[in-house]
Antibody
Framework: EVQLVESGGGLVQPGGSLRLSCAAS????????MHWVRQAPGKGLVWVSG????????NHADSVRGRFTITRDDAKNTVYLHMNSLRAEDTAVYYC???????????????WGQGTLVTVSS | DIQLTQSPSSLSASVGDRVTITCRAS??????LNWYQQKPGEAPKLLIY???TLQSGVPSRFSGSGSGTDFTLTISSLQPDDFATYYC??????????FGQGTKVEIK
């Protein structure tokens, strides 16, 4: 059974840092792109960051580029989101998601974790 | 950047109704369009990928169509379990992904 379990959320002051983790199980982790998607309270889904299956390619939304970094450790089947210079507008539930490719190119997110809440407030 | 605009933002419908949600892309995205369902307090669930392919385990009352810039999610006969928020997502601009703003389906 595929499982994604996020951890590391919590309350942090503006300007602070946090590292989120997403532990994966039930599939061959090293074969998949992985992503972080966030949802501010009462708002919609926003893609944040993604990392390729081999870890050589990553990208971030403009709103977090330069402040957030996505990494992965295939030995631990875990993807991380390193968040620095946090702002109030980063307050959200952060989900990790597994990427699957139809026909090798059409990406979609077929499994999601339960989410971890990050609150940025003084 | 590719923007996705969903319409309507919300709708009220009754059990048994046929419901249609539209997603329009700001530029052509071929069939690189997915649909998700999210219920309050839960993670999103994949319904349809590549515009029209039903994800395994998803009821056949859900269907998707479209290509280019205009896409549709249809629920043929709305069931009580379908009251939720629905999001479209594009993957054409990989490695950047975008979601629509969501459509909330409420009970009339």
């Amino acid at each position: 059974e595929v499982q994604l379990v996020e951890s590391g959320g919590g309350l942090v002051q503006p300007g602070g840092s946090l590292r989120l983790s997403c532990a994966a199980s039930g599939f061959t982790f090293s074969r998949h792109w992985m992503h972080w998607v966030r949802q501010a309270p009462g708002k919609g889904l926003v893609w944040v960051s993604g990392i390729s299956s081999d870890g050589t390619t990553s990208n971030h939304a403009d709103s977090v580029r330069g402040r957030f970094t996505i990494t992965r450790d295939d030995a631990k089947n875990t993807v991380y989101l390193h968040m620095n210079s946090l702002r109030a507008e980063d307050t959200a539930v952060y989900y990790c998601a597994r990427d699957v490719r139809a026909l090798g190119v059409m990406s979609f997110f077929d499994y999601w974790g339960q989410g971890t809440l990050v609150t940025v407030s003084s | 950047d590719i923007q996705l605009t969903q319409s309507p933002s919300s709708l009220s419908a009754s059990v048994g109704d046929r419901v249609t949600i539209t997603c329009r892309a700001s530029q052509t995205i071929s069939m690189y369009l997915n649909w998700y369902q999210q219920k309050p307090g839960e993670a999103p669930k994949l319904l349809i990928y590549a515009a029209s392919t039903l994800q395994s385990g998803v009821p056949s009352r859900f269907s998707g169509s479209g290509s280019g810039t205009d896409f549709t999610l249809t629920i043929s006969s709305l069931q009580p379990d379908d009251f939720a928020t629905y999001y479209c997502q594009q993957s054409y601009s990989n490695p950047t992904w975008t979601f629509g703003q969501g459509t909330k389906v409420e009970i009339k």
